[in-house]
């Protein structure tokens, strides 16, 4: 299948997109690499079977789907028919990404903090889909993408509740034992998030899908929490499988009990609150060979110049007078009249090192995060952000030195930093421009800032 696949390089699809690398097949379908947008950026062209009876019906699944909006779901770009020889398709241009989970796991298992991330990713996006009545359907690791550092979740196949829109071809492990009688569901949802779960820790999809006796079991070696969540997510009885918000609640540490007594809203509040702050972890890259990390070093800090040494006096120094003054005698046979004392100039000061001088903060503003966000993280979500700082002290440029793993915890120190202002370092007594990098820690306890001058 692949060699026929790959026979279509370099076809130019609907006119407009060029079918650069092919990436890979299923039985039902087939990618490549493209390009959309102006100016072009690299896009995923997936091409399906243009059944007639059901092309109308993928088309405004499509177009709904195209009206979603959510950071962990990828973006769908267009759609539209086209013939590839002789076998009319119907096809779907998506955001692009450089690789998913399906590539990963035969190298090796996720870590349990990487794990932790895709699972918080994945509930977000889930309670997003099923707060609108709509299930993802084909959730599994080749569905799981990396788009840059972020993790994303395929979209092309999100579907009504209820909807038959199991793909062509026999129920895989994946697919919840009732989806061909019940269809599209957020509880088989679940249950494809709890296999995927398995898989990400043990490498292997199990259990079987010709199991349907009782409940599956899973691997005893799961670590806490994730071997309760994977009980609870691969139920037979899809009415005794946990929802979006128990496995959310069990994912999450407990929050802090409160100094002072106060009010307390319902549980149902709090879960949806919970699960609108779930991806905020902290997030490593997910999607890496290698999860070993070397944490980035502070730049270190530049001292000033020492001045070069000089044996020759100031230029400017005041002159010796040793003349004696004349006698009031000598004055008045010359006949010119007394003069005003001269008062010589201040001498110029010679520029020393006690004329250079460091910058210094004048005013922080920290970054502006809820406690109840700050309660997802495990361990520090470390962010730099470099600032280049006029001879007024005013920020005129601030970029990302270290992102960090979280786009939110990134955004908000980006905005904080821009508000800094500053005491200008000096040089020969004078305020000249500067660089600086704030270094922000964002953990449960609080966000701390350090800032380090690194010119002049």
């Known amino acids: 299948m692949n060699e026929a696949w790959k026979q279509w390089e370099g076809t130019v699809v609907d006119g407009r997109f060029a079918l650069r690398e092919f990436q890979g097949s299923s039985d039902h379908s087939a990618v490549f690499l493209t390009f959309y947008g102006s100016p072009a950026q690299h896009a995923a062209i997936k091409f399906v079977d243009a059944n007639p009876a059901r092309a109308q019906l993928q088309f405004s699944r499509w177009e709904r789907v195209a009206r979603l909006s959510h950071p962990h779901l990828i973006r769908l770009l267009h759609w539209g028919r086209c013939q590839l020889g002789n076998a009319p398709m119907l096809y779907v241009v998506t955001e692009f990404a450089e690789e998913n989970l399906s590539q990963i796991l035969p190298h090796r298992p996720l870590t349990t903090t990487e794990t932790e991330y895709m699972l918080r990713s994945a509930l977000e996006v889930l309670a997003y889909l099923h707060g609108a009545g709509l299930a993802h359907a084909r959730l599994k690791p080749s569905n799981l993408l990396a788009v840059r550092d972020q993790l994303k979740i395929s979209s092309d196949t999100i579907c009504a509740a209820g909807e ?255 508000r800094w202002t500053f005491e200008p370092p000096r040089v020969a007594g004078d305020a000249v421009a500067s660089q600086w990098i704030v270094h922000f820690a964002f953990g449960r306890e609080g966000v701390e800032a350090k800032p380090d001058q690194v010119s002049p």
């Open 164 to 418: 038959k829109c199991l793909s062509p071809g026999e129920p895989t492990v994946y697919d919840a034992p009732e989806i061909a009688t019940a269809g599209a569901s957020p509880a088989g949802d679940i249950w494809s998030l709890g296999i995927t779960l398995v898989e990400a820790l043990t490498q292997r999809a199990a259990p079987g899908g010709a199991m349907r006796q009782g409940d599956p079991a899973v691997p005893e070696t799961l670590p806490a929490p994730f071997l309760e969540i994977a009980r609870q997510c691969v139920r037979l009885d899809p009415q005794r499988r946990w929802a979006v918000s128990d496995i959310a609640a069990r994912l999450l540490p407990p929050p802090a009990p409160p100094p002072k007594p106060r009010i307390r809203f319902g549980y149902v509040g709090t879960a949806v609150i919970v699960l609108a702050l779930a991806a905020l972890l902290a997030a490593p890259k997910l999607l890496r060979r290698n999860p070993a990390e070397t944490p980035a070093q502070p730049p270190a800090q530049l001292k000033s110049p020492e001045p070069p040494p000089s044996d020759q006096p100031a230029a400017n120094a005041p002159a010796t007078r040793p003349q004696e003054e004349a006698s009031p005698s000598t004055r008045a046979a010359k006949k010119i009249p007394p003069s005003p004392a001269v008062v010589p100039p201040p001498a110029q000061p010679i520029p020393t090192r006690s004329n250079n001088a460091r910058g210094a903060v004048a005013e922080k503003v920290m970054p502006s995060v809820s406690h109840r966000s700050l309660n997802t993280i495990t361990g520090k979500v470390r962010v730099a952000v470099r600032l280049a700082v006029d001879k007024s002290g005013h920020v005129e440029h601030a970029t990302l030195s270290s992102p960090g793993p979280s786009r939110y915890f990134a955004d908000v120190a980006l905005s904080a930093a821009r």
